[in-house]
């Protein structure tokens, strides 16, 4: 699969400025990305504290203590700056680089996939070229997937937001980092279910506990070999399979993880054949199948089946 023409520095555009903001910044990234694909990114269902600002002109969001604006020029290129104006500190860019998986070419990746035998994963692929898992901090992952049983993206973003503004540390701006899970330990059950948590409250509450006696888990966890990471995951009070998978593909990296929601079973019955496997079977087919990187096939096959996949498609398969 080819990949799309890469930016040339004798044709990218000034960056373009804002009076009211700081200036933006070329985040250098080893495969472009489009408006389209990074608004996938971002707000796809990966993370779930980025929003689109001022028409659709840039992202604002952010991880820990750290709030960027975020955009795709029209050479592909990554733009950022601080969010609010504010100086970032010196190590923002880094971070950011990180966060984003900018390091990484993720056009070659896609094209190790099995497109070529695949007779679904070509029309994925092409929708969304560049398409990247990211790198969120583990801790926050959890805390977002805890809240993501039987809800859909704005709901979790809500009760996100919910939570930072009530129990985070504020940030420039008026915005508020997510609460730590030391703080969260140091909630109760009744100030939980005041952010609309629900029945999630509880599995939130458990789970502070079951950090708190338990001092290095966060650190040590994403480390290891991802059925030892796994099997610790499903440990945690409220954290079930496809759960598991999620925090470990979106905050540890781990693309070998394949979670399988509702979208990805419907995918699976309706293109591979898969209806009436067991998860475990269907998890097996996946990581034979997709291999080493079933991940970032499951995220393609994710947006595709979001944007597409309300009716059976008529057309035939794009070629890359």
């Given at each position: 699969m080819k990949p799309p023409p890469r930016a040339s520095a004798r044709s990218t555009p000034p960056l373009l400025q804002d009076d009211a903001a700081a200036p933006w910044k070329h985040l250098p990234a080893a495969s472009p990305t489009s408006a389209a694909v990074l608004a996938e990114t971002l707000g796809g269902g990966q993370a779930f504290r980025w929003t689109l600002r001022m028409d659709g002109a840039y992202w604002e969001g952010g991880y820990a203590n750290h709030r960027f604006h975020l955009r795709a020029d029209p050479e592909g290129r990554l733009l950022w700056r601080p969010a609010n104006g504010s100086t970032p500190e010196s190590d923002a860019e880094k971070s950011l680089h990180h966060y984003l998986g900018a390091d990484q070419d993720w056009i070659d990746l896609a094209d190790r996939l099995p497109w070529r035998s695949d007779p679904h994963l070509p029309r994925c692929l092409k929708a969304f070229p560049g398409l990247r898992i990211l790198r969120q901090p583990f801790g926050e992952t959890l805390l977002a997937f805890l809240c993501s049983p039987t809800k859909r993206i704005p709901q979790i973003s809500l009760m996100l937001e919910t939570l930072a503004e009530r129990f985070g540390?504020?940030?420039?701006?008026?915005s508020h980092a997510l609460p730590t899970w030391e703080r969260l330990a140091r909630t109760s059950l009744s100030d939980l279910r005041a952010c609309g948590l629900g029945f999630r409250a509880r599995h939130i509450e458990a789970a502070a506990r079951f950090l708190a006696a338990r001092p290095d888990w966060l650190a040590t966890t994403p480390a290891l070999p991802y059925p030892e990471a796994r099997a610790r995951l499903l440990e945690v009070p409220g954290v079930g399979g496809k759960v598991a998978d999620c925090i470990l593909l979106f905050g540890a990296g781990r693309l070998?993880?394949?979670?399988?929601?509702?979208?990805?079973?419907?995918?699976?019955?309706?293109?591979?054949?898969?209806?009436?496997?067991?998860?475990?079977?269907?998890?097996?087919?996946?990581?034979?199948?997709?291999g080493p990187t079933a991940g970032l096939a499951q995220q393609f096959l994710f947006a595709w089946e979001r944007r597409h996949g309300s009716s059976p498609p008529t057309e035939s398969p794009p070629q890359p």
């Open positions: 540390d504020p940030l420039p701006g008026g070998e993880a394949f979670p399988i929601d509702t979208w990805i079973q419907k995918v699976l019955d309706r293109h591979y054949h898969l209806a009436g496997w067991s998860t475990p079977a269907v998890i097996h087919f996946a990581r034979i199948h997709f």
